[in-house]
């Protein structure tokens, strides 16, 4: 699989996300879009109206990544709203299978997403039920942390198993991303790679999207 970047609107300018994200469209694969209860995660951000109103007047494909409870209520509507890509927490679920089988069947790619404390063994067996398996490289709830290396040797296990069962799963890592920890998260084995400050917080984005690509490469 070619290797996506999607950076994510949560270092974006709240005021502006249209412009914001179509200042994107042309350099970047997909836009990561961090929805957040205040109850999953202490934080709050935004919800299915803005995810639809940002489908309505952007070509890139909507990564979004859902922090928060009862994704089994919630996941589905995302799909349905066109979101390319919908990733919940392994942790806020009891039938993981379950809500991936629900998003699929609502039109969109299931992702499973392992935060930082979660082991990742119990989730392996998991992998044949989903597209994207969303391995978090800080804590989550948060932008702007420090990227946390020892996280890698979860991507590391993921890709070999991916790899010898043979499927077709993204492995995308979210954290701390920059030009800094691309290139290693791509050695562990991530294929997907979420970038915030690293690409809104540059003066030319198309420029620090490309970089991040060849780092990654």
């Known amino acids: 699989m070619s290797h996506i970047i999607a950076p994510s609107i949560l270092s974006a300018d709240f005021a502006h996300l249209a412009e914001e994200v179509r200042s994107?469209?042309?350099?970047?694969?997909?836009?990561?879009?961090?929805?957040?209860?205040?109850?999953?995660?202490?934080?709050?951000t935004i919800g299915l109206p803005v995810v639809r109103s940002l489908l309505a007047v952007t070509t890139l494909p909507l990564d979004c990544h859902l922090m928060i409870t009862n994704p089994e209520r919630w996941a589905p509507g995302y799909a349905e709203a066109g979101a390319y890509n919908v990733t919940f927490h392994a942790e806020a679920t009891d039938d993981p299978v379950a809500v991936a089988r629900d998003i699929r069947a609502a039109g969109a790619l299931a992702g499973l997403a392992i935060d930082r404390d979660t082991p990742m063994e119990p989730y392996l067996e998991l992998l044949p039920h989903i597209d994207t398996l969303l391995i978090m490289t800080?804590?989550?709830?948060?932008?702007?942390?420090a990227f946390i290396p020892e996280l890698l040797d979860k991507v590391r296990l993921a890709r070999r198993h991916v790899n010898a069962g043979h499927l077709r799963v993204r492995i995308e890592v979210d954290g701390g991303i920059s030009a800094d920890t691309i290139a290693a998260a791509a050695e562990a084995g991530a294929d997907a790679f979420v970038a915030g400050t690293a690409v809104y917080g540059q003066p030319d984005r198309a420029a620090a999207i490309a970089r991040l690509r060849e780092l990654a490469a």
Do not use: R
């Open 24 to 44: 994107i469209e042309k350099s970047a694969d997909w836009a990561h879009v961090d929805i957040m209860d205040n109850h999953f995660v202490p934080n709050l």
């Open 138 to 145: 800080i804590k989550a709830g948060f932008g702007g942390q």
